[in-house]
């Protein structure tokens, strides 16, 4: 079935640093979601590409959807505390009438004050 | 943004009884929910997708008669987890979305243990 492979699983960084990680699949998505995870809760969406090439910012963070449809990165800009937490990519793919999300085995950023 | 809400947050059951887990988007019609479970230091798996007055559709592997999912209304879909085992703990998650919309918006969970 489809995968979403995302790296790095963890990253520990100073407050202040960029962070990025990335996705890549081997099957073209329609749609690249990301999200961020908190301990005990839901995920929270942060941000969705719609369109390959497609290069969208909110706030400290960036995302972009990958020309071939089958890649997208987030980078977080001067990371803070409250940065900390999981992301995950997901790709959404449409089969039959309505969409699934494929998700990403999870990035876990850790954030030194 | 969208706002989708679950209820309990917890729930203890003993072996052998139901739970019933409620899902809820407080300000839109969710056309669409889907309901994920979640293990420790894991990604979310999708159980299954529930359309508003029709039946659930299940991925493979999931038993349909012991997770059973009701969406009457476009606001509201539940998730019976019926005869629990202690290997049905875990974190339950819903997401809605809406007609022609790609975002999913997610609950806040469900910790389900089973004693």
């Known amino acids: 079935g489809q995968q979403l492979n995302q790296s790095p699983q963890s990253m520990f960084i100073q407050e202040g640093e960029d962070v990025s990680m990335n996705c890549t699949s081997s099957?073209?998505?329609?749609?690249w979601l990301w999200y961020k995870q908190d301990p005990g809760e839901g995920p929270v969406l942060l941000i969705a590409?719609?369109?390959?090439?497609e290069l969208t910012s909110n706030g400290r963070l960036t995302a972009q959807f990958g020309i071939t449809r089958k890649d997208s990165f987030l980078n977080i800009s001067a990371s803070i505390p409250s940065d900390v937490g999981i992301y995950f990519c997901?790709?959404?793919?449409?089969?039959?009438?309505?969409?699934?999300?494929?998700f990403g085995k999870g990035t876990k950023l850790s954030v030194k004050p | 943004g969208a706002v989708v809400s679950q209820h309990p947050s917890r729930v203890i059951c003993k072996s052998g009884t139901s739970v019933k887990i409620e899902c809820r988007s407080l300000d839109f019609q969710a056309t669409t929910m889907f309901w994920y479970r979640q293990f420790p230091k894991q990604s979310l798996m999708l159980m299954a997708t529930s359309n508003e007055g029709s039946k659930a559709t299940y991925e493979q592997g999931v038993e349909k008669d012991k997770f059973l999912i009701n969406h009457a209304s476009l606001t509201l879909s539940t998730l019976t987890v019926t005869s629990a085992h202690p290997e049905d703990s875990s974190f339950y998650i819903c997401?809605?979305?809406?007609?022609?919309?790609?975002?999913?918006?997610f609950g806040p969970g469900t910790r389900l243990t089973v004693t």
């Open positions: 997901a790709g959404l793919n449409y089969g039959g009438s309505q969409g699934n999300l494929i």
């Open positions: 099957s073209i998505f329609n749609t």
């Open positions: 590409l719609y369109k390959a090439g």
């Open positions: 997401s809605a979305t809406s007609l022609g919309a790609d975002e999913q918006y």
